[in-house]
């Protein structure tokens, strides 16, 4: 994302700090600690915050489509939550919340008809919330 600047494209109100654009060392160092990697079941298996490896085996994935699977769950009953952050570069709530209220599912009618609510966390506001059935898209 060198074309972002310093801009952390998680939220653009913000400087991009770091490879990251945020510290993840307490999250890496507690998902290390032996009884968490115990408890995981995942033995001697490293965390990293971000892996190369992954990385490059999954860019092949890149932009594909996969939408189309996602009314078949619905219709299984399987909850799905759409989420994006208002000020999120990457994955914006626009055209997010586009393509949820354009899937074709049984729920759709309703869905898209369905009222935005406060979301709250703690009392604040913290994002508006839509759903119906087991569809949620929060921004």
């Not at 995981?40 to 992954?54: I, K, P, Y």
């Not at 994006?84 to 869905?111: P, Y």
Request: hydrophobic share 40%; net charge negative; with cysteine.
């Amino acid at each position: 994302m060198d074309i972002a600047g310093d801009i952390n494209y998680y939220d653009i109100r913000k400087k991009c700090v770091g490879s990251l654009c945020y510290d993840f060392s307490k999250a890496d160092t507690f998902l290390n600690t032996k009884t968490v990697r115990e408890a995981l079941g995942v033995g001697d298996l490293e965390f990293v915050s971000c892996s190369s490896t992954v990385y490059n085996a999954m860019l092949q994935d890149w932009m594909k489509n996969l939408e189309v699977g996602i009314p078949a769950l619905l219709e299984d009953g399987i909850k799905l939550l759409v989420y994006a952050g208002e000020e999120d570069l990457i994955c914006n709530w626009l055209g997010n919340s586009r393509w949820v209220d354009a899937m074709k599912w049984s729920g759709q009618k309703e869905f898209t008809a369905s009222p935005a609510t406060p979301y709250l966390v703690d009392s604040e506001e913290a994002g508006i919330l839509k759903s119906h059935g087991p569809l949620a898209f929060l921004k």
